[in-house]
């Protein structure tokens, strides 16, 4: 079993709790953490992909930079507006 | 020997990821969260990845795992809404099946990708040796360009909504010598990781998250002077690099005909440049969006 | 389609100045969030590539959400943070495909598009991509984001919500379509008949709506419906001119629309739909506008919604799609059943004005929505021009 195969796998795990995490729980900081956590897992993903041994590609890892970023962005607007809503986000 | 450790990494990862969307307890999943980016991280190095390591472990576990704590103190503990059982088993069948698919597409993917081999060709081109960094400041600047845009819309937004400032703590005893040291030390890093990045893993993101915690430290202990004036500053100085970026784009256009191409020689000038402006900026954009709008300029509401 | 985002957004700005001073509160955010919407929308339909797709709708996403937690009522604030969970799910359903795509081609331009849907790994990855665009346009079943989002927004950010920023993704899948050629007709297959759910699923909303604004914003989940469906039959054809005609049209006419609906609540003080025809207030411009729009969105001569849904039946006819016929002109009557609800009552006169009924006074606002709608009915006349720009931006 190789390192990618590994990190490809619990890549593709972290996809999944998230998404089931998304569709069940109305908690704001519960939705923001399985966002966050479906934002590390395709990372995780793209880059076991692009894993080679011989060379390194820097293209991935740069979108990666890019996505965390905006992913912490996006989450300090998201836990902005949750503190005003308070806890409960469902009906 | 490796492969042990790949999988206890792969598993502590999961696990973490698990308690912190499962745990009742607000401030125990926002840790589990955060020990999850510290595995994540030791993955990425393992994926010959350093660079995104740092700027996960930095930003992605350390900032947002702050700004995630703030919250939960704000809005109290988790209240659920019931989900029938139903519901659970139907999403978990979903994301399963989800994942299995990801996994098999991914696993037989196996296209060469076209971009290394136009990387590796042109580097030397692009003024500095760090791939990554070739490839964020010249070769697809305009994502960055775009990206520091995204960073200047969140600001916008929160600093029309959120409710309150942090009422700093008064530095206690201890805090005070800490601080003497860890701040200046937080400075002097960035700038190393700030200079290295042209050779080696590190760069403006990674230099503006550690300047970014320094500042919070201040902040939080009430040295940063909370007021409007330093609200302002800070909104200026996020501002000011988007300007500044969106400044060399157009000179770089206006010099040599093409949006972001630098001139042929003096390109590893412009990236640095470029670099500084942006980590300052982006420092204080990440300081302020975790700060909230200034004082006294929403005293409307 | 640059100079649909100009011209709708423009329009808009206009509405806003013309708020006057006692809105100064929301009015000093309004500006910068509305500009960033405009340059990430430049940005989007001009990239050529997914992962700046990606950006540029993180972009949109925020100053959208922006814009509609702009009104600071708490149903603002929830829906707006609704928004940007369900944004943000269609953007990192849109980055895992993106992710894929280049797993499986080895590259994120949108020229990759064909080749990705010659293997299965590329259009899994495409169904990704798709996905993600559907939550981004409210196409149904992911639209249950929208109606709130749009209809607690102010109305000049409203406008610009539902013109604009939910056709972004639709550009971007019209794109795709057209990248992808024949090889990706199962999705096609999939957007057409999402596409007909969504037409009749927000008619019968729209029908049964009791607030105006309500009923705009479920008027605009059928409509992506609408466009949805000629993108889903168009294939490579020369069909996908009705379904980007249609896309400039919807964007004209609802603008004008939402402007207008701001401007009878502004006059009346509410926007019940039963309540629309008081006796102590005569029509004013701002409904004729809204009567505009709505000719427009039915799809009557000479307006440009006519000539988009013309050229797609005739189309469907040609090809004998016959079901699919039937489908538009049931969404057709659908939508003329529920503009009507309003329409009608707009158009009160004789016994029902009482002699002494004030005139609305003008506003900015009424220039802007009538301009739009006048916009919507001139490119309907003068359809010609834009057909050309499509065989330009194609060739």
């Given amino acids: ?91 | ?301 | 389609m640059i100079a649909m985002t100009a011209m709708v957004g423009l329009g808009v700005a206009l509405y806003a100045s013309g708020r006057g001073r006692d809105r100064a509160r929301g009015r000093a955010d309004f500006w910068p969030l509305w500009l960033m919407t405009l340059g990430a929308l430049n940005a989007l339909f001009l990239s050529n590539d997914l992962f700046n797709v990606y950006v540029a709708f993180e972009i949109l996403g925020l100053a959208a959400v922006g814009l509609t937690a702009l009104a600071r009522s708490l149903a603002a604030i929830r829906a707006a943070f609704d928004y940007l969970v369900a944004g943000l799910t269609g953007s990192l359903l849109l980055l895992l495909g993106v992710a894929l795509a280049y797993a499986a081609a080895g590259r994120v331009d949108l020229d990759a598009v064909a080749e990705l849907a010659q293997t299965a790994q590329g259009r899994v990855a495409l169904r990704l991509i798709l996905s993600g665009l559907a939550v981004k346009a409210a196409l149904f079943p992911l639209h249950f984001w929208m109606p709130a989002a749009h209809s607690s927004a102010a109305p000049a950010a409203s406008a610009l919500l539902s013109a604009l920023v939910v056709k972004a993704a639709l550009y971007v899948a019209l794109r795709m379509s057209l990248e992808g050629g024949v090889a990706v007709d199962p999705l096609r297959a999939a957007l057409a008949v999402a596409g007909s759910g969504a037409m009749l699923w927000g008619a019968w909303n729209a029908l049964r709506a009791e607030r105006l604004k309500l009923l705009v914003a479920h008027s605009t989940v059928a409509q992506v419906g609408l466009i949805a469906l000629a993108l889903g039959v168009a294939g490579t054809g020369p069909l996908w001119q009705a379904a980007a005609l249609l896309m400039l049209s919807h964007a004209l006419a609802k603008a004008a629309m939402f402007l207008a609906v701001g401007r009878i609540a502004e006059e009346l003080g509410h926007d019940r739909i039963s309540g629309l025809n008081r006796e102590e207030l005569r029509p004013g411009a701002a409904e004729f506008a809204f009567a505009i729009a709505a000719i427009s969105l039915v799809g009557l001569p000479p307006t440009a919604g006519f000539i988009g849904k013309w050229v797609l039946l005739e189309g469907l006819i040609e090809d004998g799609a016959w079901h699919w016929v039937g489908l538009v002109l049931a969404g057709t009557a659908l939508s003329a059943a529920y503009l009507a609800r309003v329409v009608a009552r707009c158009l009160r006169g004789g016994p029902h004005v009482a002699p002494g009924a004030r005139r609305p006074a003008w506003r900015a606002g009424d220039v802007a929505a009538l301009g739009l709608a006048t916009a919507a009915l001139l490119l309907g006349l003068a359809s010609a021009l834009p057909f050309a720009l499509l065989e330009v931006g194609i060739a």
Wanted: proline share 4%.
């Fill in chain 2, 1 to 301: 020997m490796s492969t042990a450790f790949d999988i206890l990494v792969a598993l502590g990862g999961l696990a973490c990821a698990g308690i912190a969307l499962v745990a009742g307890n607000r401030i125990g999943s926002v840790a589990a969260f955060v020990i999850m980016g510290f595995f994540v991280a030791l993955a990425w190095v393992r994926l010959g990845a350093p660079d995104v390591a740092l700027a996960e472990a930095a930003i992605g576990a350390g900032l947002t795992g702050a700004l995630l704590l703030r919250s939960a103190n704000r809005l109290g503990p988790v209240r659920e809404a019931g989900v029938p059982i139903a519901v659970h088993g139907i999403a978990a069948c979903l994301s399963l099946a989800l994942a299995g698919g990801i996994v098999w597409a991914f696993a037989t993917g196996t296209a060469e990708a076209v971009y290394p081999s136009l990387v590796a060709a042109r580097v030397g081109e692009s003024g500095v040796s760090n791939p990554v960094t070739a490839v964020l400041l010249n070769f697809r600047a305009w994502d960055t360009l775009l990206e520091v845009a995204v960073l200047v819309v969140a600001l916008l937004l929160v600093s029309g909504l959120a409710p309150v400032r942090i009422a700093p703590a008064p530095p206690s005893e201890l805090v005070l010598p800490f601080l003497r040291i860890v701040v200046p030390v937080a400075v002097l890093l960035a700038g190393h990781l700030l200079w290295k990045g042209a050779t080696a893993p590190g760069g403006a993101f990674q230099a503006a998250a550690l300047l970014t915690g320094g500042g919070l430290a201040l902040a939080l202990c009430g040295l940063l002077g909370a007021g409007r004036r330093t609200g302002h500053v800070l909104v200026l100085a996020g501002l000011g690099g988007l300007a500044l970026f969106l400044a060399a784009a157009l000179g770089a256009a206006i010099l040599t005909g093409g949006l972001l191409d630098y001139p042929a020689g003096s390109a590893k000038v412009w990236i640095i440049a470029i670099e500084s402006a942006l980590t300052l900026s982006i420092a204080a954009m990440l300081v302020s969006l975790f700060l909230g709008p200034s004082e006294g300029v929403r005293d409307d509401r």
């Fill in chain 1, 1 to 91: 079993m190789t390192a990618e195969t590994i990190y490809l796998l619990s890549g593709a795990g972290l996809v999944g709790l998230a998404f089931w995490r998304l569709g069940t729980s109305g908690d704001v900081i519960r939705r923001v953490l399985a966002l966050n956590v479906l934002a590390v897992g395709i990372a995780m993903l793209l880059l076991a992909a692009a894993q080679d041994p011989a060379t390194v590609d820097p293209v991935p890892q740069a979108f990666l930079l890019t996505g965390i970023v905006v992913l912490v962005a996006v989450t300090a607007a998201l836990l902005a507006l949750g503190e005003r809503i308070g806890g409960d986000c469902d009906e």
